[in-house]
Each structure stands twice: as C-alpha cells, then as structure tokens.
C-alpha cells in the first residue's frame, strides 16, 4: 500500500503550467507537515523542498518556487495539491510529495523534517 500517491506529472513547454496531487492514506495520523521534494537529473544526492504546508496552514516557499508555485490541501480527500506555473527547464525534475510527524516538526523547513515519502511524478519543462 503507497501511504503518499502522487499524480499530475507530465511535459510542458516553458511557460505552461502543471497541478501535481498527492493522495495521502494509510498513515496513523494526520501529518505534521507536509511538502513537496523534487531531485533535478544528473542530481541525484541534491534534493530540494520546493514548498511546505503545516498542519496550521501555514506555507513555506524555496526561492525558487516563490510567486510560481502553490502549495495546498483538501483534507476532505486527502489530497496535497502543488500547482506550479510558469514553468522553466530548471524544474525538470522528480516530484516527491512528503510527510513529517511531531517529533520532525522543528526540521520541517528542511528535507530531514520529512520521513514519509512517496514514489515520485516526474516533470519535465522543455524550452
């Protein structure tokens, strides 16, 4: 069973817009925080959190995605949402929606806040 199942991956052009989901299930508690990962080609050992959700709402952005992307929840389905516009080449990348409990909650600005991840949706942004 896959506690995290992302979706909504694909190729655009630069420029062109994509909504990434991520259907939560399985785990014991709702979760801390949550966010989105991504592991550029040829990176393989970099990974960057993109952005970050808490269980209050509040939302964290890297520079990179600020005034781009939109990261959110509908905890009616289960369902983190991360939509992404705008897109450049630079975000081609491995998309991985990811899940902190309490005991990460101080490390959740960083990807060792995260313990929980799902298998990935790979985007690809051509020029």
């Known amino acids: 069973q896959r506690l995290l199942a992302e979706s909504g991956g694909g190729s655009v052009q630069a420029g062109g817009s994509l909504r990434l989901s991520c259907v939560v299930s399985?785990?014991?508690?709702?979760?801390?925080?949550s966010g989105w990962i991504r592991q550029a080609p040829g990176k393989e050992d970099e990974h960057e959190l993109v952005a970050t959700i808490d269980k209050h709402g509040n939302t964290n952005y890297a520079p990179s995605a600020k005034g781009r992307f939109t990261i959110s929840r509908d905890n009616s389905v289960n369902t983190l949402y991360l939509q992404m516009n705008n897109l450049e080449p630079e975000d081609t990348a491995m998309y991985y929606c990811?899940?902190?409990?309490?005991?990460?909650?101080?490390?959740?600005?960083?990807?060792?806040?995260?313990?929980?991840w799902g298998q990935g949706t790979q985007v690809t942004v051509s020029s």
């Open positions: 990811a899940a902190g409990g309490a005991s990460l909650y101080e490390k959740r600005f960083t990807t060792e806040g995260y313990n929980v």
């Open positions: 399985g785990l014991a508690r709702q979760p801390f925080c």
